[in-house]
């Protein structure tokens, strides 16, 4: 009976931690939609940059597509380089904790994006995530990233999204983004960030684990008494 319940004891911490460790080392066949064109001026140069978002799929270390060949959504983080359309780019996956803004990045793309997600939406918070990624000053109109001209609900909604991030992070906020959103880091393209999902086992899934652990525990106790 011991054995038992050893081995049930690691089997839900499997179930639970397994879920959220992402062994991906490769983009896979990235495909962007353009969301708007934007006059800027970046680091002091004027510059037309278009924004929008990825899907792509993730390739793992043991050579298979995570989740079966899911389709992932990603933003550029790295507006330096240019990005790679198709075909397969060699990344390494950091923790958004573990990257310049990474965690007021996260945060964005998870409060503010949804599948449903106007093109004005999601242009927003492409601009949003470079103001981030360049100088962090909240700002479109000041520093080394500044938006001129173009959808103006799009710079909008950008500002919004930027005045709304909190000061600080609580250690289940973090422990959330960080579980929920991985960036590649690539050295030779644009960097992206990309939702992975909800990796948390649901409430109920965990209820009824702890319920069949403590009844596992309790008819042991009665087999040794």
Partial sequence: MKTLVKFFTVAVI????????????????AKWTNRGRFSTTFEGHSQKMSVGEFTLQLRGGNGQLLNGGEWFTGFCVDPWQW??????????????????NGLQ???????????ESTQAEIAGLQLAFWDMIVDADY????GD?????????????AASYLASIPQAFSPSEIAWLNSSYVIGKSGTNQDLIVKIGDPVPEPATLLLLGVGIVGILGVARKRSK
């Fill in 14 to 29: 499997l179930v639970i931690a397994l879920p959220a460790i992402v062994h991906a080392d490769s983009f896979v066949d």
């Fill in 83 to 100: 990005a790679k359309i198709g075909g397969e780019l060699p990344v390494e996956f950091v923790s958004p904790e573990d990257y310049d």
């Fill in 105 to 115: 990045i996260a945060w964005m793309f998870d409060t503010y994006y949804t599948e």
């Fill in 139 to 142: 700002d479109l109109t000041a």
């Fill in 145 to 157: 990233f500044i938006v001129n001209g173009g959808d103006q609900d799009a710079i909008d909604k």
